[in-house]
T-cell receptor, first 113, second 113 residues
Framework: GENVEQHPSTLSVQEGDSAVIKCTYSDSASNYFPWYKQELGKGPQLIIDIRSNVGEKKDQRIAVTLNKTAKHFSLHITETQPEDSAVYFCAATPDGAGTALIFGKGTTLSVSS | NAGVTQTPKFQVLKTGQSMTLQCAQDMNHEYMSWYRQDPGMGLRLIHYSVGAGITDQGEVPNGYNVSRSTTEDFPLRLLSAAPSQTSVYFC????????????FGSGTRLTVV
């Protein structure tokens, strides 16, 4: 089955710096790769996603890149702000059909002002 | 439009007791799934469903049962609770087709003593 590995587990940056979180996946059939942000005491919230026919996608300060050959994808946050502090999860579809998601173990991002 | 509603928000069970975690969505989503979240382990898929009458096992299905009699509801049953099932449980739903964006509920925090 699909296995998703995520690094680093914790990341501390200064306000205004960039943050990068990386994930690798094992199943070449996976074709959908979302990123979720989870704030304390809340459920995960989708912040950006990418499909396998796209190499990069941007939404304001957030971008995701995908390298299908190497089976890895990354989340890039520019000009970080204290409100970006949260736990971030990457995920992949286990069967390529979007029926459910397999998650990485998460990255705790701390942005200090 | 309430999204994904989970009840209860908190529950304490004694070992061996049974209970049902409720999940309901009002977005007419076909795909629904259950995850458990433990410290350092990320979100792990328990069971999922692609439509009424259809369910399948995820990464960690042992000790849990599900059924999907309607599109709206996807309850998770613990038949004989064990301390190892102490966790935060999240339900999620998604449309089929090209829109794989999952919406998560706010979670149920379960403690088994």
């Amino acid at each position: 089955g699909e296995n998703v590995e995520q690094h680093p587990s914790t990341l501390s940056v200064q306000e205004g710096d960039s943050a990068v979180i990386k994930c690798t996946y094992s199943d070449s059939a996976s074709n959908y790769f979302p990123w979720y942000k989870q704030e304390l005491g809340k459920g995960p919230q989708l912040i950006i996603d990418i499909r396998s026919n796209v190499g990069e996608k941007k939404d304001q300060r957030i971008a995701v890149t995908l390298n299908k050959t190497a089976k890895h994808f990354s989340l890039h946050i520019t000009e970080t702000q204290p409100e970006d502090s949260a736990v971030y999860f990457c995920a992949a579809t286990p069967d390529g059909a979007g029926t459910a998601l397999i998650f990485g173990k998460g990255t705790t991002l701390s942005v200090s002002s | 439009n309430a999204g994904v509603t989970q009840t209860p928000k908190f529950q304490v069970l004694k070992t061996g007791q049974s209970m049902t975690l409720q999940c309901a969505q009002d977005m007419n989503h076909e795909y629904m799934s259950w995850y458990r979240q433990d410290p350092g382990m990320g979100l792990r898929l328990i069971h999922y469903s692609v439509g009424a009458g259809i369910t399948d096992q995820g990464e960690v299905p042992n000790g849990y049962n599900v059924s999907r009699s309607t599109t709206e509801d996807f309850p998770l049953r613990l038949l004989s609770a064990a301390p190892s099932q102490t966790s935060v449980y999240f339900c999620a739903s998604s449309q089929t087709g090209n829109n794989y964006g999952y919406t998560f509920g706010s979670g149920t925090r379960l403690t088994v003593v």
